[in-house]
């Protein structure tokens, strides 16, 4: 019989082990065994996947471009909207349009000293259009300007309130302090665009960051619907139905600080505009030197996020 070469023994016991792996799922009736399984498979599939390549002599670039693959669209889209100038969000005219939009913050708020007067906005979203299949902006509608203001009018709220009930010298928000960019893409492309922003900066406001999120929520009948009070309600007072004697709070200040700082700790603020660019133009390098693999967490880590209805229309 031939002796077995060093590689044949050695992908022979990788067989093995895979084979032994797929003999306890099979034996074992358990699903939360047969999960943990699927998942470290998954780990593996890209270690197996790089060792093929490095014992491949012929380069393999890292990916294809593809301008029809969601993420391609998603980085393309984001792009183009950081190349748009800043727009007083006090200031948003009517403009025919759906797609994405970035907010940033100016201010002096101590939570967000950190982000103010940056290329990190503080919230990102998307404006759907008004019909499914619009094919230019009038079909969309004025649905970026809509959501803007929505926006601009809870932020006053908050302010108008402040300046009656919260003592001059506390921390607050004020509209003027708000600048956005605002893109109009074509219908559907602003769904992969808002998840690419969210996964790379991480807005405090948005719902999947999980720190202070609430925004584009909407009023509800307290007496009906006991909701918590959404933590951006609860350090920006203001909305008349989230003042609610009812309502509870989702998360407590002192939470939603440590949340905050948490989240700018592991994601630095992008205070340069073409340094911002050339980290996005990166990813479309083909070069493995280059890694783009997306966070599936958010900063914070696996904690408590928001009830559904906490969030109201923050994902349309």
């Known amino acids: 019989m031939m002796k077995k070469t060093i590689d044949q023994i050695a992908l022979e016991h990788l067989r093995e082990a895979l084979d032994a792996i797929v003999r306890i799922a099979k034996d074992d009736d358990s699903d939360a065994i047969a999960k943990r399984i699927r998942d470290g498979l998954s780990q ?71 982000i103010s007067g940056t290329e990190t906005p503080i919230y990102v979203g998307k404006a759907d259009p008004k019909k499914p299949d619009a094919s230019n902006p009038r079909e969309q509608g004025i649905r970026l300007t809509a959501r803007l203001r929505e926006h601009a009018s809870a932020i006053a709220r908050t302010e108008i309130y402040a300046a009656k009930n919260i003592p001059h010298h506390w921390p607050r928000i004020k509209l003027a302090d708000f600048k956005c960019r605002r893109l109009v893409c074509a219908t559907n492309a602003q769904l992969v665009a808002e998840v690419h922003l969210i996964k790379m900066f991480w807005p405090l406001w948005n719902s999947e960051t999980k720190a202070c999120w609430g925004l584009s929520k909407h009023g509800d009948a307290a007496i009906t619907r006991k909701n918590k009070r959404s933590p951006w309600d609860v350090v920006h007072p203001g909305r008349e139905w989230a003042l609610s004697p009812l309502l ?42 280059y890694q783009i693999d997306e966070p599936l967490v958010p900063p914070v880590g696996n904690v408590p996020g928001p009830d559904p209805d906490e969030v109201g229309d923050d994902r349309e």
């Open 44 to 114: 593996f599939a890209g270690i197996l996947e790089n060792a093929r390549t490095q014992t491949d002599k012929v380069h393999l670039p890292r990916t294809i471009f593809d301008p029809f693959e969601p993420k391609t669209v998603g980085r393309m889209v984001a792009l183009a909207l950081l190349a748009q100038p800043f727009v007083e969000l006090a200031a948003v005219r009517d403009a025919y349009g759906a797609g994405i939009y970035a907010i940033y913050y100016t201010g002096s708020h101590p939570l967000y000293a950190a």
């Open 248 to 289: 509870v709070n989702s998360l407590e200040p002192d939470i939603i600080e440590a949340r905050i700082q948490a989240t700018l700790v592991r994601v630095a603020p992008r205070d340069d505009h073409p340094a911002l660019f050339e980290e996005m133009l990166a990813t479309f390098r083909q070069d493995a030197h």
